[in-house]
């Protein structure tokens, strides 16, 4: 038995993580199980598991917890440090999927406590990189990648010819406004933002995926997984979702993953690791499929990924200032008080205005984020329409 933690089971990689383990209930305990504020799906899920512990960070709603749970032999917690010693509970396998740099203490808990942590929480990563990298190194952790292109990588990649591996490809769909025209970008409302064309998942990154803020984030997650320099990270848009990402090797050879656009197989794939385990997912026709598209993507209408090149680049700071910014600008948005292309407007105008000295520990990394949230979240309310 394989005992599993779920931080943020109740999101979207949440719910497929809890999917896979309820199905094989032969080979995982579940120990603990966290959300945000949905009291019901998390206690309906510590109920349906059996988990030992079930935690909501919002500490208000601790007694709707309680009542939600009464009778069931579940313990239950609230707040950040409750989530953060979840994290901590004596288990095989974290998945780190809470949504945000709202996810790096609980993911850095389960990192310094040893836990083999699944990471979908990309936020953590480009904000505290080297924090995260270096505490991976010193507690002697492996981190699996969850992200489809990087868990594509990780099957894709031998550490062994790292020094042999010209390029890594991360695909993009180009979400749904990929062919649009910048004039018609103006007027994309949070409702079209979210209908992403391949993916079902959360309001944030399908948010991300709208802008290509999400293959930006990416190229700094890559950067942080493989051991490979900035230069040799590349973007190709294909709107199928079919590769999930490639390397390329000196030799000339491509290595790619294939499959189809459900994250329960690179959530699977980091769920039965070194092994692998069978997950009811659409199995792939190519011959139904016949082509596959590929095009670069445009700068013009998608200026994220040339600000995310920038702060990979220059590194420090510039990454965790860049992923604040854009939490605030994406939640703005969503709450419809900014204009789509005002998001990269927000973050580009955040990381002009501040340039701190490096982060080089986890409380230095969460003073820049709460720094550059406060800067974004002024921007935003004094921007001129
Ligand atoms: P989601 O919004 O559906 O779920 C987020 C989860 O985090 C929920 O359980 C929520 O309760 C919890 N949460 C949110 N804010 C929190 C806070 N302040 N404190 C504690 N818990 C909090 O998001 P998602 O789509 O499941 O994405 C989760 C992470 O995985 C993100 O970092 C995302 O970029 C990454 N990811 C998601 C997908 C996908 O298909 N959804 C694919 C690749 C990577
Ligand atoms: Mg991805």
Not at 56 to 81: F, H, K, Q, T, W
Not at 253 to 262: E, I, N, R, T
Not at 289 to 308: M, Y
Not at 342 to 366: M, W
Request: aromatic fraction near 4%; proline fraction near 5%; glycine fraction near 6%.
């Amino acid at each position: 038995m394989k005992r599993v933690t779920v931080l943020g089971a109740t999101g979207s990689v949440g719910r497929s993580t809890l999917d896979l383990i309820e199905r094989n209930s032969e080979m995982f305990e579940v120990v603990a199980l966290t959300a945000h504020r949905d009291v019901s799906g998390l206690s309906a899920a510590a109920r349906r598991t059996g988990a030992q512990r079930a935690v909501i960070a919002d500490e208000s709603l601790l007694p709707d917890l309680r009542d939600a749970l009464a009778g069931a032999p579940v313990e239950i917690a609230a707040g950040m440090n409750a989530v953060c010693e979840a994290a901590r509970m004596d288990a095989d396998w974290v998945m780190a999927a809470i949504v945000g740099c709202a996810g790096l203490k609980p993911t850095m808990a389960a990192m310094e406590a040893g836990r083999t942590v699944a990471l979908a929480n990309k936020e953590s990563l480009v904000s505290a990189g080297g924090v995260m990298t270096a505490a991976a190194r010193s507690s002697g952790v492996t981190l699996l990648p969850v992200d489809s292109e990087h868990n594509a990588v990780f099957q894709c990649f031998d550490p062994d010819q790292a020094a042999r591996v010209r390029r890594i490809v991360l695909t993009a769909s180009g979400g749904p406004f990929r062919g649009w025209s910048r004039e018609a970008m103006e007027a994309i409302t949070p409702a079209q933002a979210v209908a992403h064309p391949n993916w079902s998942m959360g309001a944030k990154i399908s948010v991300d995926s709208a802008t290509m803020m999400n293959k930006g984030l990416e190229l700094i997650e890559a950067f942080h997984l493989f051991p490979v320099a900035a230069e040799q990270l590349d973007i190709l848009v294909h709107r199928q979702s079919v590769i999930h990402s490639l390397v390329e090797y000196v030799d000339g050879s491509f290595l790619a993953q294939l499959g189809s656009p459900d994250m329960r197989t690179p959530i699977a794939h980091a769920l039965a690791w070194p092994d692998r385990m069978a997950v009811p997912v659409e199995r792939l026709d190519l011959a139904k499929i016949a082509q596959l598209d590929f095009e670069v993507p445009d700068p013009e209408r998608f200026p994220a990924i040339d600000l995310a090149r920038a702060a990979l680049a220059a590194g420090g700071a510039r990454p965790a200032i860049m992923n604040a910014a854009n939490e605030v600008a994406v939640a703005a948005f969503l709450a419809g008080r900014l204009g789509f292309l005002e998001i990269a407007a927000i973050v580009s105008d955040t990381l002009s205005g501040y340039d701190p000295p490096a982060p080089e520990t986890l409380d230095a990394v969460l003073a820049v984020d709460a720094e550059a949230r406060a800067i974004a979240d002024r921007r935003v309310r004094n921007r001129v329409r």
